[in-house]
């Protein structure tokens, strides 16, 4: 009888391992044929690592430990600071109100006065109340610009400055109504010249040292351009001022005040959703100048990322290079293994629904025309720079395992949709056969 119960444990010991071995086997044959080996990516570096949460273990690893320039893939870990430390809803004005006035400090918020968020409690606020509003004009303690980020880009929508008291999103809003009229908001301090003829905006230029603007039009076009504008330590207040059709006052902190209290302005998840789906930097960067201002009253992504690395990733596979909130620079390196290691402690602290709230699925947001037949089943997010283009998130198998994965791709010299086909045909074999 004991004989055989050993022979009986045995077999099922080399079943277990030769499973495990066919499974790896199949997921590095689909590996090697559809990212590492493919025409467009076999001179790229490539990185993978796939971790199954339930059986708490990875399942496949390729370059897993090494360092890639992840681009967008950093607002993992943004996000998941975001989703730990700023609440339900983000903190939209510091308030220190006195009898003969109110007192007001900036919290970063980057949705004041964005024309995508109607509810504007902020501005509500500041319009309701009767007495003479001071505020305390603090400078950012870090620069306006991340660290590694490509100066020629300060006219590109996707990189504004960075501030404490950020509005309209720290772009100029320019739209082209009808033939004879353009409309550009915030006003106040930006000057506008027109050239050429048609009814949509061709192009819109600034000026590199000063907000001037050059609006072109053409008879193809946009009907509305966005570019940012140069901001200040008094900047949002005087354009905000200007909105609200009030005065301000410039003034530093006092001691005895009435009461002490914050504003909270929209739902944390709502503009975190909106900075996943679309991978906007400017929400990234606020986003995690607010967890900074949060944990030690300062708005400094130095500071505040060497507090995270020490605290709450400190267990973390490699150590990163992590230099900006929303992966604009190419300084900032991260192995595939990190990834994971953040992607398993955001479902153990929030669990998988609210992620999926927040994460774009199939179909939606940066992979609206990818993944469509996985939609509800695969939650990422993407990155891409020149030469690099990043994937990592959860997805659902058909045999109901959820597996944390992460795909990096560096100095590829193909085109970053012809690499996502790539990434798409593998994890659809993963999700199919694992």
Request: charged share 20%; with cysteine; proline share 4%.
């Amino acid at each position: 009888m004991n004989i055989l119960k050993a022979y009986t444990l045995c077999l099922l010991v080399l079943f277990v391992v030769f499973s495990s071995c066919t499974s790896q086997s199949r997921i590095n044959k689909s590996a090697q044929h559809n990212l590492i080996n493919s025409a467009g990516l076999k001179t790229a570096h490539v990185g993978i690592s796939i971790y199954n949460l339930q059986k708490d273990k990875f399942i496949y690893n390729y370059n897993a430990e090494k360092y890639f320039v992840p681009a967008s893939n950093t607002k993992i870990p943004t996000c998941y600071l975001a989703m730990k430390y700023l609440g339900d809803s983000i903190a939209g004005l510091k308030v220190a109100e006195k009898d003969d006035k109110v007192i007001v400090t900036g919290t970063g918020d980057p949705t004041l006065l964005d024309p995508e968020f109607l509810h504007q409690p902020v501005f509500e606020f500041l319009k309701k109340i009767n007495k003479p509003i001071h505020v305390i004009a603090d400078s950012l303690n870090t620069a306006i610009w991340g660290s590694g980020w490509s100066w020629d880009d300060y006219g590109e929508d996707y990189q504004p400055e960075r501030s404490t008291l950020p509005v309209y999103s720290n772009v100029v809003w320019f739209r082209k109504n009808n033939k004879d009229f353009i409309n550009f908001f915030p006003k106040k301090n930006i000057i506008v010249k027109t050239e050429g003829n048609g009814d949509f905006l061709k192009n819109v230029t600034r000026d590199l040292r000063s907000n001037s603007y050059t609006a072109t039009f053409d008879s193809k076009g946009k009907s509305e351009i966005r570019v940012p504008f140069i901001t200040n330590a008094t900047m949002g207040w005087e354009l905000l001022a200007d909105t609200l059709g009030k005065e301000i006052h410039y003034t530093e902190p006092e001691k005895s005040v009435f009461r002490n209290y914050t504003i909270f302005s929209q739902p944390t998840d709502s503009v975190l959703r909106i900075m996943m789906h679309r991978s906007d930097n400017f929400f990234a960067e606020q986003m995690l100048l607010m967890v900074s201002n949060a944990l030690l009253d300062k708005m400094t992504n130095r500071e505040v990322i060497d507090t995270i690395l020490k605290t709450d990733f400190k267990n973390i596979p490699q150590l990163p290079v992590w230099v900006d909130g929303s992966g604009l620079s190419r300084y900032n390196l991260f192995t595939p293994k990190d990834f994971v290691f953040i992607l398993k402690k955001m479902n153990q602290d929030f669990g998988m629904s609210r992620i999926e709230a927040i994460f774009p699925t199939g179909g939606s947001g940066t992979i609206s025309s990818y993944y469509l037949d996985e939609k509800g089943h695969i939650f990422v997010k993407t990155g891409t720079l020149s030469g690099v283009v990043a994937l990592s998130g959860f997805i659902y198998t058909r045999k109901n395992q959820l597996l944390l994965f992460s795909i990096l791709v560096n100095n590829h010299r193909t085109s970053a949709s012809e690499v996502r086909r790539s990434i798409e045909k593998f994890l659809k074999t993963i999700r199919t056969k694992y």
